[in-house]
């Protein structure tokens, strides 16, 4: 069974990535951090976003707890 993951959040701020990742899995809404080892590719500059990425089914819940939050997901 194939499950379809979307992008919550991209953003190059390490602490969104695990603020919104935290206040998610609070809310039983399991998520997919991506891109978090490009630091070896950037020279841990900081420079290229990372993604999160929730189920397909989780994506209104999920944006709803972030805009709840006050972290703006841009997409």
Do not use: C, Y
Not at 15 to 31: H, K, R
Not at 51 to 56: C, F, G, K, P, T
Not at 64 to 71: G, K, P, Y
């Amino acid at each position: 069974m194939s499950v379809i993951m979307k992008e919550l959040l991209r953003s190059s701020d390490p602490t969104v990535i695990a603020f919104a990742s935290a206040l998610l899995e609070g809310e039983d809404i399991p998520v997919f951090p991506m891109d978090v080892h490009m630091s070896i590719l950037e020279g841990s500059l900081g420079i290229l976003p990372r993604r999160l990425m929730v189920r397909d089914q989780d994506l209104w819940r999920a944006r709803i707890v972030l805009r709840d939050n006050d972290i703006p997901t841009g997409l």
